[in-house]
């Protein structure tokens, strides 16, 4: 299966943006396809800073709309790589210029508050995405 939200997709243990696809290998199941420039850790896919994403080693996917203040951006979310931390059961993401935002609750979208970034991201369950950082990390 390949959950989207509102057609932002991130890949299974949240390492990559992602995009649905279907092939003959897959049996025409939709799974989600790693973009070529989407892998978090890749530090050469950061394209813009203006989205407060951090490309660089321990970096996640999430669904979020972050766009620093002043600048546009499409109202519909998209897939986004920040640096991230599992603390209390939480998921803390980490935006450039030293913005948090904190997750705890699958579902639950949370408003960039500071003044450098407007937008939001959008909860990815903490239990399921803490325990698929802590495998990637062994």
Do not use: R, W
């Amino acid at each position: 299966c390949c959950p989207a939200i509102n057609g932002a997709v991130c890949e299974f243990h949240f390492k990559a943006k992602s995009s649905c696809g279907s092939d003959y290998y897959s049996d025409n199941t939709a799974y989600a396809k790693i973009n070529p420039d989407g892998e978090c850790e890749n530090s050469a896919n950061l394209l813009s800073a203006d989205s407060g994403e951090t490309f660089a080693k321990g970096s996640k996917c999430v669904v979020g709309s972050i766009i620093e203040v002043g600048k546009s951006l499409s109202l519909k979310p998209l897939a986004q790589c920040f640096k991230n931390e599992c603390k209390d059961g939480k998921i803390i993401f980490y935006l450039a210029k030293g913005v948090q935002v904190e997750c705890a609750k699958k579902g639950d979208e949370i408003v960039a508050t500071g003044g450098k970034y407007s937008g939001s991201i959008i909860c990815p369950d903490p239990q399921e995405f803490c325990i698929k950082m802590k495998i990637d990390n062994i």
